[in-house]
């Protein structure tokens, strides 16, 4: 009931977003920033919309005139005071609800605030500008890269829409390598095949938590942290979430973060989502998946039935 409840704030959060901007608030902005390629612009929907949360002491602390990572080594995150915050309802009470990185973008020893919810970029199966699926750019679902989506904009019924989800916190070594397909736990880990997220890359990979572990920080949008897709079913027991960082040459999308995943939960059978009506729902992970698929998309044009 308290993660729904979470969900059903940040859901009249990004709402009321769209009241005052116009449109809902972007999985990320990726601005271009004193010079800076995009990928250093990872304000997420969350940072965005804290001014809508009651959070507006930890927005305050946010100077969204900058990119969110610094610009000279060691690239820490700009607004210390915010990215250390822990923020009760950005975490699920059926998860751990404690820091899972520690150093990751600011001073030796300093935790970071976790988050357990993320936006839907859509199915994963788009593959935007970059030419990979999981793409953050041009994603067929509400949320995504410099997205500027309104609720008219969702053809498909803003009930029939997913708009955020959860997942769990993220567990395991940093930076790992595992010795056997045996030891991958799908629901905390997620893999890194350092190319091209595809099935045959993210299938074959044994990297681990790539840099930091999943939920690390509530900042930043990208995919392992407050973004996701429907690419596998909800809490899949065979596909770990996979992430890698483009390798292609264009300056301003290079290092963006790519991701096969889906929704993760500790709640028994399935996961909580947040309709773009304001709705939230239990979602079972027998869903059947094209359905599940079809709940990513804005303007599909699914007829869906019961689910």
């Given at each position: 009931m308290k993660c729904q409840n979470h969900?059903?704030?940040?859901?009249?959060?990004?709402?009321?977003?769209?009241?005052?901007?116009g449109y809902l608030p972007p999985a990320y902005r990726a601005q271009?920033?004193?010079?800076?390629?995009?990928y250093y612009d990872l304000w997420g929907t969350l940072s965005l919309m804290t001014p809508y949360l009651e959070q507006t002491a930890v927005y305050n602390a946010i100077d969204l005139s900058q990119t969110m990572y610094q610009l000279v080594s060691p690239y820490y995150i700009n607004s210390q005071v915010a990215v250390t915050t822990t923020v009760p309802i950005f975490l699920c009470p059926s998860d751990k609800g404690q820091p899972v990185a520690v150093g990751a973008y600011v001073p030796p020893g300093v935790?970071?605030?976790?988050?357990?919810?993320?936006?839907?970029?859509?199915?994963?199966t788009t593959k935007g500008r970059t030419g990979w699926a999981g793409s953050p750019y041009d994603a067929d679902g509400v949320f995504f890269a410099q997205s500027k989506v309104r609720i008219t904009d969702v053809t498909d019924g803003s009930s029939n829409t997913v708009g955020a989800s959860e997942r769990i916190l993220g567990e395991g070594?940093?930076?790992?390598?595992?010795?056997?397909?045996?030891d991958l736990k799908t629901d905390t880990m997620y893999v890194n095949p350092g190319a091209e997220t595809n099935d045959a890359n993210c299938g074959s990979s044994l990297a681990i938590n790539k840099a930091q572990r999943r939920g690390y920080t509530w900042v930043a949008?990208?995919?392992?942290?407050?973004?996701?897709?429907?690419?596998?079913?909800?809490?899949?027991?065979?596909?770990?979430?996979?992430?890698?960082?483009?390798?292609?040459?264009?300056?301003?999308?290079?290092?963006?973060?790519?991701?096969?995943?889906?929704?993760?939960?500790?709640?028994?059978?399935?996961?909580?989502v947040w309709l773009c009506d304001g709705s939230v729902r239990f979602v079972r992970d027998s869903i059947d998946f094209p359905t599940w698929r079809n709940l990513a998309t804005r303007a599909g044009g699914e007829v869906l039935g019961d689910y």
């Open positions: 969900l059903k704030q940040l859901g009249l959060a990004a709402h009321n977003y769209e009241s005052a901007m271009q920033i004193g010079g800076a390629p995009q935790a970071l605030g976790p988050t357990n919810y993320a936006f839907c970029l859509g199915t994963g070594d940093e930076n790992g390598t595992l010795s056997s397909k045996a949008g990208e995919p392992r942290c407050t973004s996701y897709n429907h690419y596998y079913r909800p809490n899949d027991k065979v596909n770990p979430d996979c992430v890698a960082n483009f390798t292609g040459t264009d300056p301003q999308t290079r290092s963006t973060g790519h991701g096969l995943s889906t929704a993760r939960s500790r709640h028994t059978g399935g996961v909580n």
